[in-house]
């Protein structure tokens, strides 16, 4: 049996799976913060994800013993401080906590331009683990004694469940400690911070099967659970993944060659060889949240979308930009509610759009795509992308979870790409989204 974790920065999610990666049962608990998106407490964090594994076993009618195999994907860059007994200094720091921007800024200088180089990220942030560490050795010193160890989130979990101290270099890239350059934990970032690698985990590739001394136990770290999306969903070669969920990602594969491949996106190592390219925005179905709360409060979802997708011909539609949500200039034009609800879709289709095409440079007629997240639900969403792209869109049927487990199989196992419902662009709409689009980006700044 295979255990799959996925440690979401909203959900704990946890699935059982057999060998042939099929799904007996899955659950999920809210991760129970004590500073809203900023800290959680590390035993009540351990204790909830014993009790989910408890349950999922008990969902799937099987006994933990029965497990032989966890795969975990994980948010990235969470992290805590343990003591030389194991004891915690310090709660999760989320990777959401913005309250190292000025270490971040000094980082920034000290570290200078090769930085995207050694790290995933573009620049240093004021949620970068890197950036972290050093908020703490400035204002809680205490937190960090000389012989404690730097635990990533998951790393704590695979120790709780297997004894193995470990992260793989998909999440370790991502935390501004590690340089792809050199392939080690880097030396001038622990510098800046005044930790020694010895303080962290021992690293692995991301996919490998790592088994725990003396138990049945095999682990697998599965990167970060962007990664496992992808994964999971098996992307064809080619193929984009965008992730329709509270946030944008547009995630692709990139081959043997190392980046940065552009200025602004993120990129690491894959599993089972490779590198990753990603962009992002933050208002994805955060935006259509948000608008749907201010055209027609309480109103369900379900009804929401059918306005916002039914047939407006006739109507004149404003424009919606997402990266004005909480702002009274959100929209720009009249209409009726149905043609704002309308607009709000089409606006955040058109930020995919623009990611597509600004930040990862390509025209995003050329790839077809593979939609994944709570806003693939959706026939009349995923028909309106295929019209804004004028590209094939594919409804994913993985998720994180399932890419988790998958990289837990054997690996003599090779996983299929299960169907899933294809949106073709139809191109009379293409044509008139082409000129909306146009409009839009005249429009937006």
């Known amino acids: 049996m295979i255990l799959a974790l996925d440690l979401g920065s909203t959900n704990l999610k946890a699935g059982l799976f057999d060998a042939r990666g099929e799904l007996l049962a899955e659950r999920l608990r809210p991760l129970p913060y004590t500073i809203a998106y900023a800290e959680f407490d590390v035993q009540d964090f351990g204790r909830l994800a014993e009790e989910l594994i408890n349950e999922v076993c008990a969902a ?36 959401i906590d913005p309250r190292a921007g000025a270490e971040a800024t000094d980082l920034a200088v000290a570290l200078g331009a090769p930085f995207h180089r050694h790290c995933s990220f573009p620049e240093p942030t004021g949620q970068l683990e890197l950036a972290k560490l050093l908020w703490v050795r400035r204002h809680h010193p205490d937190w960090l004694p000389p012989d404690a160890r730097v635990v990533p989130l998951p790393t704590y979990l695979a120790w709780r469940l297997s004894g193995l101290w470990v992260t793989d270099r998909n999440l370790a890239a991502m935390s501004g400690l590690y340089s792809m350059v050199e392939g080690t934990w880097w030396p001038a970032a622990l510098g800046q911070i005044g930790i020694r690698a010895e303080q962290l985990p021992a690293l692995v590739e991301p996919g490998q099967p790592v088994a725990a001394t003396g138990g049945s136990i095999t682990m697998v770290l599965a990167g970060n659970d962007q990664t496992a999306n992808a994964y999971g969903n098996v992307t064809r070669p080619g193929e984009l993944l965008l992730v329709l969920g509270t946030a944008l990602v547009v995630y692709r594969r990139t081959g043997a060659a190392p980046g940065p491949y552009r200025p602004a996106t993120c990129w690491g190592p894959y599993p089972g060889g490779g590198y990753y390219e990603l962009a992002v925005r933050t208002e994805g179905c955060a935006a259509l949240d948000w608008a749907r709360e201010a055209l027609l409060p309480d109103t369900p979802l379900e009804r929401f979308m059918e306005l916002a997708c039914g047939s407006l011909a006739a109507a004149v539609v404003p424009l919606f930009y997402p990266v004005r949500m909480n702002a009274p200039d959100a929209w720009e034009g009249q209409g009726s509610v149905a043609a704002r609800a309308r607009a709000v879709i ?23 795509l593979c939609v994944c997240g709570g806003g693939s639900r959706s026939d009349g969403w995923l028909q309106m992308l295929a019209d804004v792209l004028g590209a094939e869109v594919r409804r994913g049927t993985g998720d994180a979870l399932r890419g988790a487990a998958l990289m837990a199989l054997e690996a003599t196992a090779t996983p299929q790409a299960a169907p899933g419902p294809v949106f073709r662009q139809e191109p009379g709409r293409v044509n008139v989204y082409a000129t909306r689009y146009q409009q839009w980006m005249q429009r937006r700044a």
């Open 60 to 95: 799937a009618g099987r006994s933990r013993r029965d497990v032989q195999r966890i795969g975990i994907a994980s948010q990235a860059q969470t992290f805590t401080i343990l003591d030389a007994q194991d004891r915690p200094r310090m709660p999760f720091l989320s990777w």
């Open 346 to 368: 089409e606006g955040i289709c058109f930020s995919v759009r623009q990611l597509i095409e600004e930040e990862l440079g390509m025209a995003s007629g050329t790839r077809a």
